[in-house]
């Protein structure tokens, strides 16, 4: 199984709908984080949690909400899509930094979002 | 102007080429330069880091970081087909940040046979 996977792969969903990506870890990491890639603008930040209680806004939260359920589970919700929110999205992990040794982010393999 | 700047591309080498890939960034707290790739259909992947100034080797890839300028440049000596994929710069401020990555817009790199 995958460290970190991401539900639904694809998803197309009318305009005004709410829709939830999910994504779930088994890396252990306390971090987790919401990023939406689009041609041209690379990886744009969402939002993060470095922990169960901590939530916190990225670049372009507007149009998006999340929840942190468990320490491996953190979910993206579109409350209501329109179509510039069709992107690739990535959830990602990473261990708490200080002091420790740095391996980066795991990404999940992402979900394609089409908004019509 | 953005944190990270990346030349998005594309680039296309012949197999056997030396490729650079460049960013620049405005952002003086960031400690941590890193390095993702990215294949198709396939989510970033680190493939190098360095911490502060300097240079870094690991097989054929090639990371440096000249602070001073804010420049990160990953080189890859001897490229292949297999090479191709998206690469991304991520710097980290390291502290209460660590770990929030601004990313690149990345570079799309295509070696050819």
């Known amino acids: 199984d995958a460290d970190v996977t991401q539900t639904p792969r694809n998803r197309i969903t009318k305009t005004g709908k709410r829709i939830m990506l999910e994504c779930s870890q088994t890396?252990?990491?306390?971090?987790m984080y919401w990023y939406r890639q689009d041609p041209g603008l690379g990886l744009r930040l969402i939002y993060y949690s470095f922990d169960v209680k901590d939530i916190n806004k990225g670049e372009i939260s507007d149009g998006y909400s999340v929840s942190r359920q468990a320490q491996a589970k953190f979910s993206l919700s579109l409350e209501s899509a329109i179509p510039n929110q069709t992107a690739l999205y990535f959830c990602?992990?990473?261990?708490?930094?200080?002091?420790?040794?740095?391996?980066?982010?795991?990404f999940g393999s992402g979900t394609r979002l089409t908004v019509v | 102007q953005k944190e990270v700047e990346q030349d998005p591309g594309p680039l296309s080498v012949p197999e056997g080429a030396i490729v650079s890939l460049n960013c620049t960034y405005s952002n003086s707290a960031f400690q941590y330069f890193m390095w993702y790739r990215q294949y198709s259909r396939k989510g970033p992947e680190l493939l190098m880091y360095t911490y502060s100034s300097g240079n870094k080797e690991d097989g054929r890839f090639t990371a440096q970081v000249d602070k001073s300028s804010k420049y990160i440049s990953l080189f890859i000596r001897d490229s292949q087909p297999s090479d191709s994929a998206t690469y991304l710069c991520?710097?980290?401020?390291?502290?209460?940040?660590?770990?929030?990555?601004?990313f690149g817009q990345g570079t799309i790199l295509t070696v050819h046979p």
């Open positions: 990602a992990t990473s261990e708490h930094g200080t002091g420790a040794p740095f391996h980066g982010y795991t």
């Open positions: 890396k252990g990491h306390d971090r």
């Open positions: 991520a710097p980290d401020a390291g502290g209460t940040s660590y770990g929030k990555l601004t």
